[in-house]
């Protein structure tokens, strides 16, 4: 299995990092690991002109786009600002997850392929909001949102949230026992998960940079 990791966290040694060091040590001895830190990439943050005009890929994103072509699994970390992903993060997926590369609309039709069908995905997001009051007072928005309108909207299938929270007052030092264990049971479980029909759809736009509108 070939499992890619994406760090969403701005900072560096951050507990994100740390669980996500967890996982890709809980991960089984098959496994091939590939890690980018959004922080580290070198990229335009901003989609200048939406899906206008072409923004070629800088070589950091080709680099990412082709590793994830070719995983199995996708792993994303990242904490939780005023109810979304930090700001870097986001760029990313603008920059990332374009038509002809992670879907394609269909012509006089309003549905979509979903051109990175075939992986599966864990999301771990940690927060100080506590995760039942995220899921009972808010609806859970981050989660249906990054379930529905961005990885599965490219096809990822199955995806799995770890919310992880609260975070502040101590919060993370009392319970980091228990979400290593989360973490590691979720790692453990990869291999096992059911995917289907993998598409190398977008390969050559990866490769040259190009975005495929």
Request: hydrophobic content about 40%; some cysteine; overall charge positive.
């Amino acid at each position: 299995m070939h499992v890619l990791i994406i760090d969403g966290h701005p900072d560096e040694g951050r507990l994100t990092s740390h669980l996500l060091d967890h996982y890709a040590a809980s991960l089984g001895g098959a496994t091939k690991v590939e890690r980018f830190a959004a922080r580290d990439l070198s990229f335009d943050l901003n989609l200048r002109k939406g899906y206008k005009t072409e923004q070629p890929w800088e070589p950091d994103l080709q680099r990412l786009a082709s590793a994830l072509l070719a995983c199995d699994h996708l792993v994303i970390g990242f904490p939780l600002w005023w109810g979304s992903e930090p700001a870097s993060l986001k760029g990313l997926l603008d920059r990332l997850l374009l038509p002809g590369f992670a879907f394609r609309y269909r012509r006089d039709n309003p549905f979509w392929d979903r051109l990175l069908a075939g992986r599966s995905a864990d999301v771990l997001i940690t927060m100080d909001t506590p995760p039942w009051y995220l899921a009972v007072i808010y609806g859970n928005p981050v989660v249906r949102r990054w379930r529905r309108q961005i990885l599965g909207f490219c096809g990822l299938s199955p995806i799995r949230f770890i919310t992880l929270g609260p975070t502040r007052q101590g919060g993370a030092e009392k319970k980091l026992s228990v979400w290593r264990a989360r973490v590691a049971r979720a790692a453990g479980s990869a291999q096992s998960l059911q995917r289907e029909g993998k598409s190398k759809r977008g390969l050559r736009t990866a490769v040259q940079g190009k975005c495929g509108l």
